[in-house]
């Protein structure tokens, strides 16, 4: 497995948004899509920024723009004390500010964090479950967890399901749930990329974890949503 990629060998898969951390495949490992849909690092890079959004006191979103394929929103927390990104951005742009730690809720899209654990520098955490996958091929992560934590107001909490350590986390009123649901013709799925049963256990836990917090927002794969709204939905999806 490689390891150390670097920029310069480094791809970016643009119908997906995949990275390729120094390995030059025919084709995607996420989409499929062959070379013509490839930028290095370098060219995605000029060619794409990451915007950040405010969503609530000490949390914005990171999206990449232009839209870079089916890029998972990323989060940046701003705790006072450490600055945390839950998931991370496609594209690899210096302009932002540092995060000491990326910390993913799953394994099946990781960003351009290969690169930025070098630049800023940041640890890369993720359930250990999800460590060894093809999709992981390149990637470092400096502390695989197995146990639920909480680090400056930051908890993370294990779901299962959609990927065996799939992990929601919450940080003051504030969910990050990722890719776990999606909206479909004005209402909500579970994730159908991923083992239908366990993903509906998963769906279980996650409505009794919610019945402890007391979430405001919710931060999903490309939206944030204001919790009641999104818990109606949910709620529907649950119960079937
Ligand atoms: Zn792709
Ligand atoms: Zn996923």
Not at 131 to 141: D, E, I, Q, Y
Request: aromatic residues 14%; glycine residues 8%; contains cysteine.
């Amino acid at each position: 497995m490689p390891s150390n990629a670097a920029v310069t060998d480094s791809y970016v898969c643009t119908s997906c948004g995949y990275n390729m951390a120094g390995y030059y495949p025919l084709h995607c490992p996420f989409c499929g899509a062959g070379r013509e849909h490839f930028l290095t690092a370098e060219e995605c890079s000029a060619r794409y920024r990451v915007r950040s959004t405010p969503v609530a006191d000490g949390v914005e979103m990171l999206q990449s723009v232009p839209r870079l394929g089916i890029e998972h929103a990323a989060y940046r927390i701003d705790t006072g004390d450490r600055v945390y990104w839950i998931d991370c951005p496609s594209c690899f742009d210096r302009r932002l500010d540092p995060a000491s730690v990326i910390t993913f809720t799953h394994h099946h899209f990781l960003g351009a964090s290969h690169l930025y654990r070098v630049e800023f520098p940041a640890e890369v955490w993720i359930r250990r479950e999800e460590v060894a996958m093809p999709l992981t091929c390149g990637f470092s992560f400096d502390l695989p967890f197995e146990e639920d934590f909480t680090r400056d107001g930051i908890r993370a909490h294990h779901i299962g399901g959609h990927t065996s350590g799939f992990a929601v986390y919450d940080f003051r009123g504030t969910l990050f749930v990722c890719d776990y649901v999606l909206f479909r013709n004005e209402g909500m799925i579970f994730n159908p990329y991923g083992p239908r049963e366990n993903t509906l256990e998963g769906g279980i836990r996650l409505r009794r974890l919610l019945n402890d917090l007391r979430i405001e927002t919710v931060c999903g794969v490309d939206y944030t949503m204001e919790y009641p709204q999104w818990e109606a939905l949910f709620d529907r999806l649950a119960a079937g």
